[in-house]
Nanobody, 128 residues
């Protein structure tokens, strides 16, 4: 079992930055591939970024490439999403997700249906 708690959201002007954190509890964080997703009002939840359990492999949605960076600290059981040059269209609730992954240290998932554990979300609002 993995419990996830996101933090770091808030209100920021366009062009600003936020660093989101997702703290995990449970014994298996180090074998979890992790992901960030977001859901804007009236829209479906969408993939943002993913990272393998080793941290050596990452993936990003085209809409955030070059602006967002996902990273993890297995000792702290935390995954981060550094968001830079934020745009109003980045406004959404951001969720982190986890899936225990035994077969490969360098595998990640980009489909929300592949994740087993979810946090409660943190709101990011970008004003123009």
């Amino acid at each position: 079992q993995v419990q996830l708690v996101e933090s770091g959201g808030g209100l920021v002007q366009a062009g600003g930055s936020l660093k989101l954190s997702c703290a995990a509890s449970g014994r298996t964080f180090s074998i979890c591939a992790m992901g960030w997703f977001r859901q804007a009002p009236g829209k479906e939840r969408e993939f943002v970024a993913a990272i393998s359990r080793s941290g050596g492999s990452t993936s990003y949605a085209d809409s955030v490439k070059g602006r967002f960076t996902i990273s993890r600290d297995n000792a702290k059981k935390t995954v981060y999403l550094q968001t830079n040059n934020l745009k109003p269209e980045d406004t959404a609730v951001y969720y982190c997700a986890a899936r225990e992954t035994y077969f490969s240290a360098d595998y990640y998932y980009t489909n929300e249906r592949q994740y087993d554990y979810w946090g409660q979300g943190t709101q990011v609002t970008v004003s123009s």
